[in-house]
Protein backbone atom coordinates (compact mmCIF):
# COMPACT_ATOMS: atom_id res chain seq x y z
CA UNK A 1 0.00 0.00 0.00
CA UNK A 2 3.14 2.15 0.65
CA UNK A 3 5.39 1.85 -2.78
CA UNK A 4 4.29 3.42 -5.93
CA UNK A 5 2.50 1.96 -8.58
CA UNK A 6 3.32 2.44 -12.21
CA UNK A 7 1.91 5.95 -12.82
CA UNK A 8 4.01 6.70 -9.33
CA UNK A 9 0.89 7.15 -7.30
CA UNK A 10 1.18 5.63 -3.90
CA UNK A 11 -1.75 3.49 -3.42
CA UNK A 12 -2.27 3.78 0.40
CA UNK A 13 -2.47 7.77 -0.10
CA UNK A 14 -5.16 7.70 -3.03
CA UNK A 15 -7.61 5.45 -0.86
CA UNK A 16 -7.07 8.54 1.87
CA UNK A 17 -7.81 10.91 -0.93
CA UNK A 18 -10.75 9.37 -2.38
CA UNK A 19 -12.46 8.75 1.11
CA UNK A 20 -11.49 12.10 2.17
CA UNK A 21 -13.44 13.62 -0.93
CA UNK A 22 -16.33 11.17 -0.18
CA UNK A 23 -16.57 12.50 2.95
CA UNK A 24 -16.60 16.47 1.89
CA UNK A 25 -19.39 15.00 -0.51
CA UNK A 26 -21.77 13.93 2.12
CA UNK A 27 -21.48 16.40 4.92
CA UNK A 28 -22.98 18.49 1.62
CA UNK A 29 -25.53 15.90 0.26
CA UNK A 30 -25.35 13.52 2.94
CA UNK A 31 -24.91 14.42 6.30
CA UNK A 32 -26.75 12.25 8.15
CA UNK A 33 -25.63 9.21 6.64
CA UNK A 34 -23.39 7.34 9.34
CA UNK A 35 -19.16 6.78 8.23
CA UNK A 36 -16.70 5.06 10.47
CA UNK A 37 -12.73 4.55 9.07
CA UNK A 38 -10.59 1.74 10.04
CA UNK A 39 -7.05 0.75 9.50
CA UNK A 40 -6.04 -2.73 9.62
CA UNK A 41 -2.66 -4.25 8.67
CA UNK A 42 -1.47 -1.55 11.11
CA UNK A 43 0.84 -2.16 14.53
CA UNK A 44 -1.68 0.33 16.61
CA UNK A 45 -4.50 -0.77 18.23
CA UNK A 46 -8.15 0.81 18.77
CA UNK A 47 -11.21 -1.09 18.46
CA UNK A 48 -13.69 -2.83 20.77
CA UNK A 49 -12.49 -6.32 20.22
CA UNK A 50 -8.82 -5.61 20.98
CA UNK A 51 -8.08 -7.33 17.36
CA UNK A 52 -4.02 -7.27 16.77
CA UNK A 53 -3.47 -4.64 13.78
CA UNK A 54 -6.82 -2.49 13.92
CA UNK A 55 -7.36 0.96 14.17
CA UNK A 56 -10.51 2.61 14.16
CA UNK A 57 -10.05 6.09 13.03
CA UNK A 58 -13.54 7.07 13.39
CA UNK A 59 -16.30 5.09 14.91
CA UNK A 60 -19.68 5.24 13.15
CA UNK A 61 -20.68 9.17 13.24
CA UNK A 62 -21.67 11.36 10.84
CA UNK A 63 -19.07 12.69 8.48
CA UNK A 64 -17.52 16.22 9.97
CA UNK A 65 -14.37 18.58 9.14
CA UNK A 66 -12.42 16.91 12.12
CA UNK A 67 -11.89 13.51 10.39
CA UNK A 68 -12.08 15.14 6.95
CA UNK A 69 -8.73 17.25 8.02
CA UNK A 70 -6.86 14.10 9.99
CA UNK A 71 -6.63 11.92 6.44
CA UNK A 72 -5.78 14.85 4.89
CA UNK A 73 -2.68 15.04 7.22
CA UNK A 74 -1.67 11.52 7.12
CA UNK A 75 -1.52 12.10 3.09
CA UNK A 76 0.69 15.23 3.49
CA UNK A 77 2.55 13.79 6.07
CA UNK A 78 2.69 10.21 4.95
CA UNK A 79 6.75 10.01 6.27
CA UNK A 80 5.28 10.45 9.84
CA UNK A 81 2.39 7.76 9.02
CA UNK A 82 4.51 4.85 10.13
CA UNK A 83 5.87 6.27 12.99
CA UNK A 84 1.84 7.14 14.61
CA UNK A 85 0.62 3.59 13.42
CA UNK A 86 3.00 1.53 13.03
CA UNK A 87 3.32 -1.27 9.66
CA UNK A 88 2.53 -4.94 10.32
CA UNK A 89 5.23 -6.86 8.18
CA UNK A 90 3.62 -9.86 9.01
CA UNK A 91 1.93 -11.18 5.58
CA UNK A 92 -0.28 -13.53 7.95
CA UNK A 93 -2.86 -10.49 9.50
CA UNK A 94 -6.04 -12.13 10.30
CA UNK A 95 -8.47 -10.68 7.67
CA UNK A 96 -11.43 -12.07 10.10
CA UNK A 97 -10.47 -9.76 12.10
CA UNK A 98 -10.95 -6.41 10.16
CA UNK A 99 -13.71 -8.27 8.66
CA UNK A 100 -15.57 -8.94 12.45
CA UNK A 101 -14.51 -5.37 13.65
CA UNK A 102 -16.48 -3.66 10.64
CA UNK A 103 -19.33 -5.79 11.78
CA UNK A 104 -19.28 -4.46 15.07
CA UNK A 105 -19.16 -0.77 14.57
CA UNK A 106 -22.47 -1.54 12.53
CA UNK A 107 -24.31 -2.81 15.83
CA UNK A 108 -24.37 1.03 17.10
CA UNK A 109 -26.61 1.45 14.30
CA UNK A 110 -29.61 -0.67 13.80
CA UNK A 111 -31.96 1.33 12.35
CA UNK A 112 -29.79 2.55 9.01
CA UNK A 113 -31.68 1.38 5.84
CA UNK A 114 -28.60 0.07 4.30
CA UNK A 115 -25.11 -0.88 6.05
CA UNK A 116 -22.13 -1.62 3.50
CA UNK A 117 -18.13 -2.01 3.63
CA UNK A 118 -16.16 -0.32 1.55
CA UNK A 119 -12.67 -2.52 1.65
CA UNK A 120 -9.32 -0.82 0.29
CA UNK A 121 -6.22 -3.39 -0.61
CA UNK A 122 -3.69 -3.99 -2.83
CA UNK A 123 -3.58 -7.54 -1.59
CA UNK A 124 -5.55 -9.86 -3.46
CA UNK A 125 -4.90 -13.12 -1.31
CA UNK A 126 -4.45 -12.74 2.40
CA UNK A 127 -4.09 -15.02 4.58
CA UNK A 128 -2.78 -17.72 1.41
CA UNK A 129 -0.57 -20.03 3.39
CA UNK A 130 -3.23 -19.85 6.19
CA UNK A 131 -6.62 -22.03 5.15
CA UNK A 132 -7.94 -21.89 8.17
CA UNK A 133 -7.80 -18.39 8.52
CA UNK A 134 -8.86 -17.98 5.04
CA UNK A 135 -12.39 -19.63 5.32
CA UNK A 136 -12.79 -18.50 8.98
CA UNK A 137 -12.94 -15.11 6.90
CA UNK A 138 -15.19 -16.62 3.64
CA UNK A 139 -17.57 -17.58 7.07
CA UNK A 140 -17.28 -14.26 8.80
CA UNK A 141 -17.94 -12.63 5.24
CA UNK A 142 -21.34 -14.72 4.93
CA UNK A 143 -22.51 -14.18 8.15
CA UNK A 144 -22.10 -10.18 7.77
CA UNK A 145 -23.73 -10.34 4.70
CA UNK A 146 -26.79 -12.32 6.46
CA UNK A 147 -27.24 -9.47 8.62
CA UNK A 148 -27.76 -7.77 5.44
CA UNK A 149 -24.59 -5.66 5.43
CA UNK A 150 -22.87 -4.99 1.72
CA UNK A 151 -19.13 -5.67 1.19
CA UNK A 152 -17.50 -3.77 -1.58
CA UNK A 153 -13.97 -4.19 -2.95
CA UNK A 154 -12.05 -1.35 -4.33
CA UNK A 155 -8.58 -3.26 -5.53
CA UNK A 156 -5.48 -0.89 -5.99
CA UNK A 157 -2.65 -1.58 -8.32
CA UNK A 158 0.69 -2.64 -6.61
CA UNK A 159 3.61 -1.89 -8.45
CA UNK A 160 4.62 -5.25 -10.88
CA UNK A 161 1.77 -7.32 -9.92
CA UNK A 162 -1.99 -8.55 -10.97
CA UNK A 163 -4.49 -8.45 -8.65
CA UNK A 164 -6.66 -11.83 -9.06
CA UNK A 165 -10.02 -11.06 -7.82
CA UNK A 166 -10.83 -15.32 -8.52
CA UNK A 167 -7.94 -16.32 -5.72
CA UNK A 168 -9.99 -14.98 -3.19
CA UNK A 169 -12.57 -12.35 -3.16
CA UNK A 170 -15.17 -13.86 -5.19
CA UNK A 171 -16.37 -15.57 -2.17
CA UNK A 172 -16.01 -12.58 0.05
CA UNK A 173 -17.54 -9.59 -1.38
CA UNK A 174 -20.32 -8.87 -3.53
CA UNK A 175 -20.23 -8.90 -7.09
CA UNK A 176 -22.44 -7.46 -9.75
CA UNK A 177 -21.34 -8.28 -13.23
CA UNK A 178 -23.25 -5.25 -14.76
CA UNK A 179 -21.37 -2.41 -12.58
CA UNK A 180 -18.78 -1.55 -15.79
CA UNK A 181 -16.99 1.56 -16.42
CA UNK A 182 -15.38 0.50 -19.17
CA UNK A 183 -13.35 -2.63 -17.45
CA UNK A 184 -14.96 -4.70 -14.38
CA UNK A 185 -15.15 -3.22 -11.21
CA UNK A 186 -12.50 -6.15 -9.83
CA UNK A 187 -9.57 -4.89 -11.78
CA UNK A 188 -7.88 -2.84 -9.89
CA UNK A 189 -6.79 0.90 -10.82
CA UNK A 190 -3.64 2.64 -10.26
CA UNK A 191 -5.07 6.38 -10.78
CA UNK A 192 -6.89 8.41 -7.71
CA UNK A 193 -9.87 9.80 -10.49
CA UNK A 194 -10.45 6.17 -11.38
CA UNK A 195 -10.90 5.26 -7.51
CA UNK A 196 -12.95 8.24 -6.55
CA UNK A 197 -15.47 7.84 -9.83
CA UNK A 198 -15.73 3.71 -9.06
CA UNK A 199 -16.30 4.53 -5.22
CA UNK A 200 -19.37 7.17 -6.47
CA UNK A 201 -21.04 4.86 -8.51
CA UNK A 202 -21.05 2.11 -5.41
CA UNK A 203 -22.43 4.97 -3.47
CA UNK A 204 -26.08 4.71 -4.67
CA UNK A 205 -27.62 1.94 -5.02
CA UNK A 206 -29.17 0.69 -8.54
CA UNK A 207 -32.94 0.07 -8.51
CA UNK A 208 -34.68 -0.84 -11.28
CA UNK A 209 -37.62 1.56 -12.73
CA UNK A 210 -39.62 -1.24 -13.95
CA UNK A 211 -39.52 -4.73 -16.18
CA UNK A 212 -40.31 -6.05 -19.28
CA UNK A 213 -39.99 -8.67 -21.00
CA UNK A 214 -38.08 -9.34 -24.90
CA UNK A 215 -40.16 -12.47 -27.62
CA UNK A 216 -37.24 -13.67 -29.54
CA UNK A 217 -39.33 -15.40 -31.79
CA UNK A 218 -42.33 -13.84 -32.45
CA UNK A 219 -46.05 -12.88 -30.62
CA UNK A 220 -46.45 -15.90 -28.20
CA UNK A 221 -49.28 -16.08 -25.23
CA UNK A 222 -47.44 -16.76 -21.86
CA UNK A 223 -47.23 -19.91 -20.79
CA UNK A 224 -46.43 -21.33 -24.67
CA UNK A 225 -43.99 -24.13 -24.40
CA UNK A 226 -42.61 -22.81 -28.13
CA UNK A 227 -42.05 -19.17 -26.56
CA UNK A 228 -38.83 -18.01 -26.56
CA UNK A 229 -38.07 -14.80 -24.70
CA UNK A 230 -36.00 -12.84 -22.12
CA UNK A 231 -36.48 -10.79 -19.23
CA UNK A 232 -35.51 -7.05 -19.28
CA UNK A 233 -34.86 -4.71 -16.24
CA UNK A 234 -34.78 -0.72 -16.93
CA UNK A 235 -32.36 1.27 -14.93
CA UNK A 236 -31.45 5.31 -14.81
CA UNK A 237 -27.75 5.13 -14.91
CA UNK A 238 -27.32 8.70 -14.74
CA UNK A 239 -29.84 11.43 -12.69
CA UNK A 240 -29.56 14.83 -11.43
CA UNK A 241 -29.22 15.11 -7.61
CA UNK A 242 -31.12 17.25 -5.31
CA UNK A 243 -28.69 18.31 -3.66
Not at 141 to 159: R, S, V, Y
Request: net charge negative.
Amino acid sequence: MFVANETGEIPFVIAMKCISAVLADKIISAPNDLVAVSLFGCLAEQNHNKFAGIFNMQELDMPGASLIMDLDKHVLLLDKFEDTFGIMRDPEFRMVDALWNCSTLFQSAQKVGTKRIFLFTTEDNPNASDEHLQNQAIQRAKDIKELDIGIELFPLKKLGEEFDFSKYYQAVVNFDEDDFDGVLLTDPTSRYDTLLNRVRMKEFKKRSLGHLTLSLNGDHKPGDPDALAIGLAIYNRIQTTNR
